[in-house]
């Protein structure tokens, strides 16, 4: 004792050493004393320069949203993203435990930097092992999670550790876990466990199990390379890992490892990439206007049929010609949009050309010309004569390059016969058609020259179809819409009601043209359009083949089809009587394969006989248009290449494709073909025009329109 005594006291230095040692000591000591003194002066001044609990819960915060189909399945889901805040008692205790035991042993224990495993790590890497192992405490990882960068520099080490021990004195053990918990970063674009849960699990973070969250916990050592989506086995084995850490922890009992099976978990399936985000990039920014939520997850339900998607996507796909893009937009009879593709491509064209793309409609904007004149008094069997005709210049041709005298309009529309067009415009005044395009959901600017009446200016295909689903709702109007609801949280905050309120045209009206369009779809323009059951709708080409349209509705479902290039060159042998019309029938084939056949109102009857008409005027040439200068005057066009390289608007069109095997089958056009074609069973067809009677099987069960 004496000796270690007189070791103590330095007994055994010197007298000079032994002063030089003393003062040493006094020295570093009072350095050290000053260092801590300087130390808590950091982390006092620090913590009240931190924001408080409510300020570093609410930034920065973003959002999550899935989005769902008609059914319910995802389809997309956006980020990167941040689920629901759960306070610390909403977080599983499991969670909780999973996350101590795999990032930070002592956190309970330690005021921020756990300097025993500090000390551990440092001998670490004295031990040959290079580097200083990280031994970031679930404090400091929040410090630099929320302030700092993730740069490896000592400044950067040194003002973390003041950070977090600056957290440890403003916040309690249980604010700063849940800080934790909702801000770190698990990959696959997930911020906070609801997120992750979300996008990994398919529900919330509150109903987590012991092996999700292991899962989950194991992730925030390396994101991308543990994620369930970037490589399943890495994550079960991590997390295999994780659930052994609980146990030896006693966060868990054996029997509750044991039990716990990381390789059963079934993982929410991968959202689609390709087709869908056509109908998505379209929805979405309507969220903006229909809702106020800034912050909370959002689940967004939408009217997106998948089994339609689909179809629609393989019939665009399939009848697209070579170097050729094509859409579709399928709109059910209260408005859902129930299918929208954009192009044969997503990945690699995300021009959305259903509803961004402007191209001239050809014939199909006839629609609005006979619509005006049903309104004006006209009736299908009202005769006008297909002559010679001049309008300001403006000589139109019928595509047989023929005139057949008197016609019913009937006839004409079934042959898309442009001298009556004409006439029906020049009659009802265009300005009155422009404003029947109008009425009917065209958005884009028409012109109110006489050529107009074949569909000379540009529209958008989504507002085609909206308006021929209108004419198919008995001139109720259609307003397309993507948004079912939108909840948060299992709040409702957004439901879409239909408006049903809007009439365009009166229901004889709607019921006329029906009339017509059937008759352009089983003896006319758009027979490769038949799909074994009634259907009402409409061709356009237009000059040298550049666009081809289908339009057209059934069993309370409208399609319309535009196929052409984004250059809008020429495309040999497009018409819209072949290949939008087979993409069409392809589509619509399935589409309404579940839903019971449904007649129009008007029952088709045939146009007459025109003589000099021969198999290919079923189908039609392109709309006879005639150009205009910068002065709005026509411009005569002689052979394709002259008068400044235009082509002869007379050449080319919806005739019959060259190839024999893409045509339909020649029968006789009578009226048991007819009956053969609508599955009527020799029921007699009236010849008048006017809806016939039905039977009591057959009337509506009240007056309301189609829903």
């Not at 004496?2 to 003393?22: G, T, Y």
């Amino acid at each position: 004792m004496a000796n270690a005594s007189s070791f103590l006291s330095l007994d055994f230095l010197p007298p000079v050493w032994r002063r030089r040692v003393i003062l040493a000591l006094q020295l570093s000591g009072g350095a050290v004393l000053l260092a801590v003194i300087a130390l808590i002066v950091a982390v006092y001044v620090t913590a009240a320069q931190l924001p408080s609990f409510d300020q570093l819960k609410s930034s920065p915060n973003g959002q999550m949203i899935r989005v769902h189909a008609a059914d319910g399945t995802v389809i997309v889901a956006l980020g990167p993203s941040y689920g629901e805040w759960l306070p610390i008692d909403r977080v599983p205790k499991v969670m909780q435990d999973a996350m101590v035991s795999v990032e930070d042993r002592r956190f309970h224990s330690h005021w921020g930097v756990d300097w025993y495993g500090v000390g551990r790590g440092l001998l670490s890497s004295m031990g040959g092992h290079g580097r200083v192992r990280a031994v970031s405490t679930i404090t400091q990882q929040l410090a630099r999670n929320v302030f700092l960068t993730t740069n490896r520099s000592f400044t950067r080490k040194f003002r973390e550790a003041i950070l977090a021990m600056a957290l440890e004195h403003k916040f309690s053990k249980d604010q700063i876990l849940e800080l934790y918990l909702n801000k770190v970063y698990f990959g696959g674009g997930a911020y906070g466990i609801d997120a992750a849960s979300r996008r990994f699990f398919g529900h919330g973070a509150d109903t987590l199990s012991i092996p999700e969250s292991a899962v989950i916990a194991g992730l925030v050592k390396a994101p991308s390379h543990y994620s369930p989506t970037a490589d399943a086995e890495a994550a079960i084995g991590r997390a295999g890992v994780v659930i052994k850490l609980m146990q030896d922890s006693g966060a868990i009992t054996a029997e509750q490892a044991a039990s716990a099976n990381p390789a059963g978990l079934k993982l929410a399936p991968e959202p689609k990439q390709n087709s869908v985000r056509y109908f998505t990039d379209w929805a979405l920014p309507q969220l903006e206007v229909l809702i106020d939520e800034p912050s909370r997850p959002l689940e967004v339900w939408t009217t997106l049929d998948l089994g339609m998607q689909r179809a629609a996507d393989a019939a665009i796909r399939a009848n697209a010609p070579n170097g050729a893009q094509g859409a579709l937009v399928s709109i059910d009879r209260d408005g859902a949009v129930r299918a929208m593709v954009g192009g044969t491509d997503y990945v690699s064209s995300i021009y959305n050309r259903a509803t961004q793309a402007v191209r001239q409609p050809g014939s199909s904007f006839k629609l609005f010309v006979y619509l005006a004149a049903l309104e004006a008094g006209h009736r299908p069997e009202d005769v006008l004569v297909d002559e010679p005709v001049t309008i300001d210049g403006w000589s139109p041709r019928n595509d047989s390059r023929h005139n057949s005298g008197p016609v019913s309009l009937r006839t004409a529309f079934a042959y898309s016969l442009n001298t009556i067009a004409a006439k029906l415009g020049e009659e009802v005044h265009f300005a009155t058609v422009a404003d029947m395009a109008r009425r009917f959901g065209i958005t884009t600017p028409i012109s109110t020259y006489p050529s107009m009446v074949l569909g000379t200016s540009d529209v958008r295909l989504i507002d085609m179809t909206r308006a021929f689903a209108s004419v198919g709702n008995k001139g109720v109007a259609v307003t397309p819409y993507g948004i079912t609801k939108v909840t948060a949280n299992g709040e409702t905050i957004y439901s879409h009601e239909v408006d049903r309120s809007h009439v365009l045209v009166a229901p004889f009206v709607a019921a006329e043209m029906t009339d017509l369009l059937q008759t352009a779809v089983n003896t006319g323009t758009g027979r490769a359009a038949q799909i074994g059951r009634p259907v009402a709708g409409k061709t356009g080409t237009t000059t040298s083949n550049k666009d081809g349209w289908f339009l057209g509705f059934s069993s309370g479902l409208t399609t319309g089809v535009w196929m052409g290039r984004d250059d809008a060159k020429t495309i040999p042998g497009l018409h819209g009587g072949t290949a939008p019309a087979r993409a069409f029938a392809q589509f619509m084939t399935v589409a309404v394969a579940k839903r019971p056949v449904e007649q129009f109102d008007t029952q088709v009857t045939l146009p007459q006989e025109l003589p000099n008409l021969d198999d290919e005027s079923y189908f039609n040439s392109p709309d006879n248009t005639i150009y205009f200068d910068p002065n709005g005057a026509p411009v005569q066009q002689g052979p394709q290449g002259q008068q400044g390289g235009l082509p002869d608007p007379n050449e080319g069109g919806d005739q019959a494709p060259a190839d024999p095997q893409a045509q339909p089958p020649s029968e006789k056009l009578d009226q048991a073909w007819m009956d053969k074609v609508l599955n009527r069973n020799g029921q007699p067809v009236p010849r008048d025009g006017r809806p016939a009677p039905r039977s009591a099987e057959q009337r509506p069960q009240d007056s309301r329109p189609n829903q």
